[in-house]
């Protein structure tokens, strides 16, 4: 398809596959919607990880079975964006946004979608995040490479290229189980590399066009560093994470990896959440002293991690959505949910959502052109974004819960 332009920025998806190893005949087809600048100078890139089956067809399965017959993609059918429509965030930077969506149980017979706690869905959105950044819009990747192996021709056909990226500048971002996701993505390459071996997904990941006989890049780790995605902050919406043994290792490695990384973390978590307070396999945050959570995960007592939390009151598990969606809000219904009883949480595309879309916008402004974050960790504690956030009410449309001392934001 050809891009949809509104305004200054254009909307378009790639299709792709990826093999997450070199060495192994394992692969996944992924699609990325992308929103970027028109003028193909975005400073840099928010890579969002939705939640569980967000904008999947209920029809998805037939359809892929039917679809590795019939050579077809179902998986364009799925719009993430929909529902995580925070585009408004990046347009004063000058920023652009992409989702990835996948099948990560691949193959014909049973096709599946991960339902948390499995690294190969944060290593496929920063693989997709170096594709964008390396390649740009498009889905045949090889025709940007051979432009690039003649300067005189690439250099007077720059302004038709697929590029967009003035730096490989990425806030890793998701909500849900794709906030536990992010946290894999938001380690980098060479965290990615050496945990996968220890968690059997190993990554070096080789992209490829979806034509009958495909073109190949090179494995991931023969990229120039400047074409990888380099993670610059992480945003998590009420992160889920799920260990199930063999299936689900969980993130906590990639969380140990985050709790010494010099980047700006945030989580945000509804008070009557019960999805990421309770179901969670460890919940996201916890109010009881010496309970393992997510948080103390990314956040050690006495150590000297960036991560900070913040409590949305009455927020809830699908109210940072932008538009309803039925399998989301099941996770919210009474017979659900035990917390907050009778009190009327926030429904999707209404107050919660309105404040996500603003915290992402005072986050992206941490980041200067198409610089990364300037300042150390304490420049980091004391900076314009930790003081709209540390308030009662950051942006006038919810309020925080205060944590023990009076202060609206946890840190260590």
């Given at each position: ?157 720059l302004s038709s290229t697929a590029k967009f ?220 974004f930790m003081t709209w956030l540390n308030r ?21």
């Open positions: 398809m050809k891009a949809i332009r509104i305004n200054n920025y254009c909307f378009d998806r790639i299709h792709l596959w990826i093999q997450y190893d070199w060495k192994i005949p394992q692969f996944t087809e992924v699609v990325i919607e992308i929103f970027y600048p028109e003028n193909r100078q975005a400073n840099g890139l928010l890579m969002f990880n939705h939640g569980f089956l967000i904008g999947n067809d209920l029809l998805f399965y037939p359809k892929k079975i039917i679809g590795a017959l019939l050579n077809d993609n179902p998986l364009f059918g799925i719009n993430p964006s929909a529902f995580y429509n925070y585009s408004e965030a990046i347009v004063g930077q000058n920023w652009a946004m992409a989702f990835v969506s996948s099948s990560n149980t691949q193959n014909v017979i049973v096709p599946g979608i991960d339902i948390g706690g499995n690294p190969r869905v944060g290593q496929e959105a920063y693989a997709a995040a170096s594709y964008l950044i390396k390649y740009g819009v498009t889905d045949f990747f090889y025709r940007e490479e051979t432009r690039g192996r003649n300067s005189a021709f690439y250099d007077n056909a990226m003035r730096s490989n500048n990425v806030i890793f971002a998701g909500h849900s189980v794709g906030g536990a996701h992010a946290q894999v993505a938001a380690c980098g390459f060479d965290a990615l590399h050496e945990l996968g071996k220890k968690s059997s997904r190993p990554f070096n990941p080789v992209m490829y066009d979806r034509e009958f006989l495909p073109a190949y890049s090179e494995r991931l780790s023969e990229w120039n560093p400047a074409e990888r995605a380099n993670p610059v902050g992480l945003v998590q919406l009420s992160p889920v994470d799920q260990k199930a043994p063999l299936f689900s290792p969980g993130m906590q490695p990639y969380r140990e990896v985050l709790a010494e990384s010099p980047m700006p973390i945030v989580m945000i978590v509804g008070e009557c959440d019960c999805a990421c307070l309770d179901d969670s396999k460890p919940p996201a945050w916890s109010p009881t002293p010496g309970d393992t959570s997510q948080f103390t995960q990314l956040a050690p007592a006495a150590s000297n991690s960036w991560a900070v939390a913040a409590r949305v009151a009455k927020g809830s598990h699908c109210g940072y959505l932008t538009d309803n969606n039925e399998l989301c809000t099941m996770a919210d219904k009474p017979s659900q949910c035990k917390r907050c009883p009778g009190v009327d949480t926030y429904k999707p595309n209404a107050a919660e959502s309105a404040f996500t879309a603003d915290l992402f916008k005072e986050f992206i402004a941490l980041y200067p052109g198409a610089d990364g974050f300037v300042g150390d960790r304490n420049a980091w504690m004391n900076s314009t009662e009410s950051p942006n006038g449309t919810v309020k925080l819960v205060p944590f023990n001392g009076g202060q609206y934001v946890d840190r260590v």
